[in-house]
């Protein structure tokens, strides 16, 4: 079993929909968790931060849950350009794990 | 303030060539970090430096040398490749105490 589990998608939805992914983790000991943004060909760049109480950035929402070891992003009103790959990360003692990433495509 | 800074961009080798890539931070990081990216994939760690002078292996190590010359520049060695290698390399930073990675732009590998 991977470490860190993604739906791939695709996710194809139209402006304005709410999308959220969700994502699983095998290492009950990982300490942090964060979701990256990865447009095509580039590099990934850190889209939020997850912490147990939840958090929201704007449209953005994360929230973790470690007795089911599954952390998810709620992406409200999609923009064209929220089309990207989202990165799942856990963070242990300085060492990441990405999962493989969840490809969304908002359409006009 | 150039961030991470990855050469080259690009680069052709044959089976059994031997090659550096090279990364540089100037945000006085101490950590930095080599991943390979293979097409529909996420990161996997190759090799990490969690200060100047030390490495340790990450997930797919075999094949792969590092150094870490100074706190500034990590560099990775494929010292015979091969297509198996064929992949994006991505270097990233980061500050003690701080968890967000900082990624250079990749170096595009392709081992014919």
């Known amino acids: 079993r991977k470490e860190v589990e993604q739906d791939p998608g695709p996710f194809n939805v139209p402006e304005g929909a709410t999308v959220a992914f969700n994502c699983t983790y095998s290492?009950?000991?990982?300490?942090?968790f964060f979701w990256y943004r990865q447009d095509c060909r580039k590099e990934p760049k850190l889209l939020m931060s997850?912490?147990?109480s939840g958090n929201e950035d704007g449209r953005f929402t994360a929230q973790l849950n470690r007795a089911s070891q599954y952390i998810s992003l709620l992406i409200r009103d999609s923009k064209l350009s929220d089309s990207a790959t989202y990165l799942c990360?856990?963070?242990?003692?300085?060492?990441?794990?990405f999962g493989d990433g969840t490809t969304l495509t908002v359409k006009p | 303030n150039a961030g991470v800074t990855q050469t080259p961009k690009f680069q052709v080798l044959k089976t059994g060539q031997s090659m550096t890539l090279q990364c540089a931070q100037d945000?006085?990081?101490?950590?930095m970090y080599w991943y390979r990216q293979d097409p529909g994939m996420g990161l996997r760690l190759i090799y990490y430096?969690?200060?100047?002078?030390?490495?340790d292996k990450g997930e797919v190590p075999n094949g792969y040398n590092v150094s870490r010359l100074n706190k500034r520049e990590f560099s990775l060695r494929l010292e015979s490749a091969a297509p198996s290698q064929t992949s994006v390399y991505f270097c990233?930073?980061?500050?003690?105490?701080?968890?967000?990675?900082?990624f250079g732009p990749g170096t595009r590998l392709t081992v014919t």
């Open positions: 990233a930073s980061r500050r003690e105490g701080i968890r967000e990675q900082y």
């Open positions: 290492n009950s000991a990982s300490q942090s």
């Open positions: 997850v912490y147990s």
């Open positions: 990360v856990e963070d242990n003692a300085g060492k990441s794990t």
């Open positions: 945000m006085n990081h101490n950590s």
């Open positions: 430096s969690a200060s100047e002078g030390t490495t």
